[in-house]
């Protein structure tokens, strides 16, 4: 490894360029050196525009001929399991997109194909590099350490879906389609489910997998799905401790609008935690911590500095790759994140 880290990215679609190349471009620690892209002219102007050197039609040609120290490979969540593994397999770090695949048996075998080639993969769960999510999780480690608060007593997770794009500008492109991807196929949804869980399922795990993993965060512990609202408005779970847990799903309309909040109510306190639109740059999100267990009530409203969660997620992964620190998403927790979406499809046919 050089002075810089060389970079090689797999796809250069929407988010790819948007949430992924915009960012590592300006971190002087790393450079982007190989772009892994089916689409011939997309990949010369996207090469062109983020003045990446060498350009390689698949994955696989990159990985035998490019000299890179980590990959950032960004694609539909269904092509991991077929893509993955290749890159795990030569040892070299890689970060991709929630969720880790598709189903939890296969996130499982990349997590232990990445453990048996001593590979770094990081599961892109950017709500975790939120900062205002970072100081919400310090405080709760805080409270539980020194017993202040007291107990915890449940979590309340709200996320109607809304704008996330928050008309930010578009990517590059040339409209080419791309050309068949010999060895690359879609990973099929869980074998047990019928068609109209599945499609649900899907959708869960694409959008929500992001506060199922949040509020994994903020537990510091596992959790399991106890019920599943039939309508889907909804669920219901407890963790491992004791602490009961609320999803809210349920849309009514948003437009050009964000609301994303997590409350975490202890004994003799509560924290409120407000995380940003996907796409809205230079915003923190929002912490409120109210604490009850003094001689008087203390309220605080920390001021968040207003860094983007995906440029401090790409900050992060470099500094892992580094040996500089630690992965804030364990790829265990990857797994464990579609474990919980599983309970929460298998209760929801039930309850249908």
């Avoid at 003045?51 to 991991?80: F, T």
């Avoid at 970060?95 to 296969?106: F, H, R, S, Y």
């Avoid at 990081?122 to 107990?151: C, H, N």
């Avoid at 500089?324 to 927790?333: V, Y």
């Amino acid at each position: 490894m050089g002075d810089k880290l060389r970079i090689g990215f797999v796809g250069c679609g929407y988010m790819g360029q948007k949430a992924h190349m915009d960012n590592y471009v300006t971190i002087p620690e790393c450079e982007i050196v190989a772009l892994a892209e089916g689409r011939a002219q997309t990949a010369e102007i996207v090469a062109r525009k983020y003045n990446i050197p060498q350009v390689y039609s698949d994955h696989r040609e990159m990985l035998e001929k490019a000299d890179i120290d980590a990959v950032v490979a960004i694609m539909y969540y269904g092509l991991h399991r077929s893509v993955v593994p290749d890159i795990l397999k030569t040892g070299k770090p890689c970060l991709t997109e929630k969720p880790i695949c598709v189903g939890a048996e296969n996130a499982q075998f990349m997590v232990d194909t990445a453990a048996a080639s001593g590979s770094l993969y990081y599961i892109g769960y950017m709500k975790r590099s939120t900062p205002a999510a970072r100081m919400a999780v310090d405080k709760i480690r805080e409270w539980k350490a020194s017993g202040q608060a007291g107990g915890m007593k449940y979590i309340r997770a709200s996320m109607p879906p809304g704008d996330w794009i928050m008309s930010i500008e578009g990517p590059v492109g040339a409209g080419d389609a791309p050309p068949p991807y010999e060895g690359v196929t879609n990973e099929p949804m869980p074998a047990w489910m019928p068609e109209g869980i599945a499609n649900i399922y899907n959708a869960f795990v694409n959008y929500y997998i992001h506060q199922v993993n949040m509020i994994r965060y903020l537990l510091g512990e596992d959790f399991h799905v106890t019920w599943a609202d039939p309508s889907g408005a909804v669920l219901g779970a407890m963790s491992d401790s004791g602490v009961p847990i609320i999803l809210e799903m349920q849309g009514y309309g948003l437009r050009d609008a964000w609301e994303e909040t997590y409350r975490v109510v202890f004994d003799n306190g509560k924290i409120d935690l407000s995380i940003p639109s996907p796409m809205q740059r230079q915003n923190g999100g929002a912490l409120e911590v109210l604490f009850t267990g003094g001689q008087t009530q203390v309220y605080e409203r920390p001021v968040v500095p207003p860094h983007w969660a995906f440029l401090e997620e790409a900050r992060h992964f470099v500094a892992c790759v580094q040996g500089k620190d630690t992965p804030r998403a364990p790829m265990g927790d990857a797994v464990k994140d579609l474990q919980v979406a599983e309970e929460y499809a298998r209760l929801l046919s039930a309850a249908r």
